[in-house]
C-alpha cells in the first residue's frame, strides 16, 4: 500500500481496488437520470417546479452549445458534429426563446450567481454570438456582478484566440475550462483532438493576466497509447502551466453506446492494470505538486473555493460536478440540458431537432423528469455527504432528517460491514468514515444507498476507477 501526500488523507491499495471496482453513476444527481420518467407532461413539471420555488433562493443558469467543428474518438457527450457555422444562429434563437420564457417562469429578480456554458463547444460560436447570449442573460435574469458571481465557460484551444479570450473576459466571464485531455502527439492523433501545447500554455498566460479568477483544465487517462510514463509527463507540463483546478477523468469505453470510440482500437488502450497505474501516479503527481485531492477526478489547489469549502464541511455537488453553489436553484437551458429546481430534476430534449420544434411550439421543451420522494431526499442528502466529505456525522443527520438512522438503514448498515472489514470505511452508532484507501472507492460506497440501483441495468455506468 503506498501512502499518498499526507494532508490528503489518501492511499492507494491496489487490491482493495480490484475487490471494490465496480460499475457505477457518478452521483452528480440522485436519483440519476435514469429514474427520470418521460410520460410526466412538462406543464405539471414546470407547474410544480414553480411551487417549490422558494422566493429568496438564487439561481444558477447553464446553457448547452450541442456544436462541435470535430469529433473527438473518446466522445461520450451529447454534441452535433458540423462545419456549418451558420447552424449556431437557428439554434440560438430556439434558446433565446426558451430563456425568455424561463425568466418569466423563475426569474422574478432572483440574484443568478452562477451561469456556465458547457457542451459540445460553446467556443463553436463567434465572439459575438456568446456576447449576445451573455447580453441576452442579463437583460432577462439578475447576474450579480462578476466580482460576487461564477461565469464560467468550456473552451476548446483549438477555437480561442488571444482576442475570443480577451472578450470573454470583457463581457463577464470570470471562470474558463480548457479541453486538454493529454499533450502526446501519438495520443491526441488516435483520439483525433491534436492540439497544440504551446498555444495551451500562451492560453493559460493570457487568462491569468486578463484576471480570470480560475481556471481548471481537463484531463482524461485510459486513452490508447498511453503509459504512466507518457501521462506523467503530459501531469508535468500541465503542473508547471499552475492552474487552480484540474479534473482527471477515466476514459470509459464503450463502443457499443458511443459510436465515435468506434475509431479507438482496443489493442491501443492501456491495460486495466496500467489504467491503474496510470491513475495512482496521477494522484501521487498532483498531491505532491501540492493540489488536494478533492474526490472523484478532481484535484484543487489548496486556496481554491472548492478546497476550502471541503475543508470548511460547505462543499457540494451538483451537474457540474463539486461546486460551492447547491444552494442555488440550477435553471438549464439548451438541447438535453438538465435543471433542478427545489426537489424536482427535468430534463430537455436531446435531439436537437425535437428540441427546436418543441421550443417553436410551447417554448420550452421538457420531455422527462422526477419529482423526488422523501426517502429520495434523504439517499441524495446521504450520497452528497459521502461524496463531498467522505464522512457522515449520523447523529447530525439523523436529527436534520429526523429518523432513526439504526433502523431506517438496517439493511444499508448491514451491507456496509464486509466493506468495513475490508478496510474501506469505519463505521459506528455515530459515523461513516471512508479510510484513507476507502476514498478512492467512495461511489462504492454510495451504492450501497442508492434505492434504484438494483433495478438498473449497471452495465448503463462506467467503472468507478
Ligand atoms: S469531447 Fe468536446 S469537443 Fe470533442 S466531440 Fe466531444 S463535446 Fe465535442
Redesign the pocket.
Known amino acids: 500500500m503506498k501512502q499518498l501526500a499526507s494532508s490528503n488523507s489518501i492511499s492507494w491499495d491496489t487490491q482493495l481496488i480490484k475487490r471494490h471496482d465496480l460499475a457505477g453513476p457518478r452521483y452528480t444527481s440522485y436519483p440519476t437520470a435514469l429514474q427520470f420518467d418521460s410520460s410526466l407532461s412538462s406543464i405539471n413539471l414546470l407547474q410544480q417546479a414553480k411551487s417549490t420555488l422558494q422566493i429568496n433562493q438564487p439561481l444558477s443558469l447553464y446553457f448547452h452549445i450541442p456544436f462541435?467543428a470535430?469529433?473527438?474518438y473518446?466522445?461520450a457527450?451529447n454534441?452535433v458534429?458540423t462545419a456549418q457555422r451558420q447552424r449556431a444562429q437557428p439554434y440560438l434563437d430556439s434558446l433565446y426563446q426558451e430563456m425568455q420564457y424561463m425568466a418569466g417562469h423563475y426569474s422574478a429578480g432572483r440574484e443568478v450567481r452562477q451561469l456556465h456554458i458547457g457542451?459540445?463547444?460553446p467556443t463553436f460560436l463567434s465572439d459575438s454570438q456568446i456576447a449576445q447570449l451573455m447580453e441576452k442573460a442579463r437583460q432577462l435574469f439578475n447576474l450579480v456582478d462578476d466580482q460576487h458571481g461564477d461565469f464560467s465557460i468550456e473552451i476548446?484551444p483549438r477555437e480561442c484566440s488571444a482576442d475570443s479570450l480577451r472578450n470573454l473576459r470583457a463581457i463577464g466571464f470570470n471562470r474558463i475550462s480548457i479541453?486538454i485531455q493529454d499533450l502526446h502527439p501519438q495520443v491526441q492523433q488516435a483520439v483525433n483532438?491534436v492540439q497544440d501545447t504551446g498555444q495551451i500554455v500562451q492560453l493559460i498566460k493570457q487568462a491569468k493576466a486578463e484576471g480570470f479568477k480560475s481556471i481548471n483544465v481537463d484531463l482524461i487517462y485510459g486513452l490508447p497509447h498511453q503509459s504512466v510514463e507518457s501521462f506523467s509527463d503530459t501531469l508535468a507540463q500541465v503542473i508547471e502551466m499552475s492552474v487552480d483546478r484540474l479534473s482527471v477523468f477515466n476514459y470509459a469505453h464503450m463502443p457499443d453506446r458511443f459510436r465515435?470510440q468506434r475509431h479507438i482500437r482496443d489493442q491501443d488502450l492501456p491495460s486495466p492494470a496500467q489504467k491503474l497505474a496510470i491513475q495512482q501516479q496521477s494522484i501521487i503527481q498532483l498531491t505532491e505538486a501540492g493540489y488536494v485531492y478533492i474526490g472523484m477526478d478532481h484535484f484543487a489547489k489548496p486556496d481554491d473555493e472548492l478546497s476550502l469549502a471541503q475543508a470548511s464541511g460547505q462543499l457540494q455537488r451538483n451537474f457540474q460536478g463539486y461546486t460551492t453553489h447547491a444552494d442555488c436553484d440550477l435553471v438549464a437551458m439548451g438541447v438535453s440540458a438538465i435543471s433542478k429546481i427545489g426537489d424536482l430534476y427535468y430534463q430537455n430534449a436531446h435531439d436537437l431537432s425535437i428540441y427546436t420544434d418543441l421550443i417553436e411550439k410551447q417554448q420550452q421543451a421538457i420531455c422527462r423528469g422526477v419529482t423526488l420522494t422523501r426517502d429520495d431526499k434523504i439517499r441524495r442528502d446521504l450520497i452528497k455527504e459521502l461524496i463531498c466529505h467522505c464522512y457522515l456525522d449520523i447523529d447530525k443527520f439523523a436529527a436534520q432528517q429526523q429518523l432513526d438512522f439504526s433502523q431506517y438503514f438496517a439493511s444499508e448498515l448491514a451491507q456496509l460491514e464486509p466493506l468495513a472489514k475490508d478496510g474501506l470505511l469505519a463505521v459506528d452508532h455515530h459515523s461513516i468514515q471512508l479510510t484513507a484507501s476507502g476514498r478512492l472507492l467512495v461511489r462504492r460506497v454510495c451504492m450501497i444507498f442508492d434505492r434504484y440501483l438494483p433495478r438498473q441495468e449497471q452495465q448503463k455506468f462506467s467503472r468507478i476507477i
Do not use: S
Open positions: 462541435c470535430h469529433v473527438c473518446y466522445c457527450c454534441k458534429i457542451g459540445g463547444t476548446d479541453g483532438r465515435p
